[in-house]
């Protein structure tokens, strides 16, 4: 009797996840629970109640009134689902063009001798890029914010406060980042790795203003800058220890992954 017990052949290459692969799968719960989901109810009950009308006209003893009542409830609560739904998914959608299109600018470092990893799961949340090279570890957070038909677009930073054309963020990037950057920072003292670990958030598209960086502790970059900010940073690892270091992080996503 032959054996069932089979295993895929990459067990030990699995392909690791790719730039925006969570809110790819956010986008989808998204829609299906907000907005495929009421529809489908809703539809559901017209059709019923298309059919008890359909019986009342043939005086085939009717009843109505109750299905087109909740015919009319749930179209309407399908309405607004629908609605609310939108704008969600629309910024879902922005967000995960944004990581993609910063994870293709980033695929130029690996001429640099970088490794480049995306979507690292940290605990309840992920890390939208990590940079691991000759200058160190890098965790990169997007920002994709919308822009205005004209006019500035303009990122400051004023006393750890960021703002887009004078208006606060509902979320503080910056705290963020540096959240990520400590988890990565740990996790890597686990695995016997002592390096500093630089937090960078970047805004695709936005001009950003000067600020003291290193006061904030943390980077605050238009995408295309990162180059040159990394490129003056010094040389902190040696190629042997950034191989160490991203084949434990690739173990990482894998064990994640398999989770």
Request: aromatic share 10%; charged share 20%; with cysteine.
């Amino acid at each position: 009797m032959k054996s069932n017990s089979k295993r895929s052949p990459l067990d030990r290459a699995a392909p690791l996840r790719v730039a925006g692969q969570s809110l790819d799968e956010e986008l989808d719960n998204v829609i299906y629970d907000h907005a495929f989901s009421p529809l489908m109810v809703a539809l559901f009950f017209t059709l019923m109640a298309g059919l008890e009308w359909w019986r009342y006209y043939w005086h085939m003893q009717p009843s109505p009134w109750i299905f087109t009542s909740m015919a009319l409830l749930l179209a309407g609560y399908a309405a607004v689902k629908v609605k609310r739904t939108r704008q969600r998914v629309r910024q879902l959608r922005l967000g995960r063009d944004g990581e993609r299109a910063v994870a293709q600018y980033l695929e130029w470092f690996r001429t640099l001798n970088f490794f480049v990893f995306h979507d690292v799961p940290n605990g309840d949340a992920n890390i939208d890029h990590v940079l691991i090279g000759p200058s160190g570890v890098f965790t990169i957070e997007t920002k994709t914010l919308s822009k205005p038909q004209r006019g500035h677009c303009k990122i400051t930073v004023e006393n750890g406060v960021i703002r887009a054309n004078g208006q606060t963020l509902d979320r503080d990037p910056m705290i963020q980042a540096k959240a990520q950057a400590g988890w990565l920072k740990h996790f890597l003292a686990e695995s016997q790795f002592e390096t500093t670990v630089q937090p960078v958030v970047v805004f695709p598209g936005w001009f950003v203003e000067r600020f003291n960086m290193k006061a904030a502790g943390a980077w605050v970059l238009e995408t295309k800058a990162l180059s040159k900010f990394i490129e003056n940073e010094p040389e902190r690892l040696t190629r042997e220890q950034t191989q160490a270091i991203a084949s434990a992080l690739r173990s990482h996503i894998r064990a994640q992954a398999k989770s």
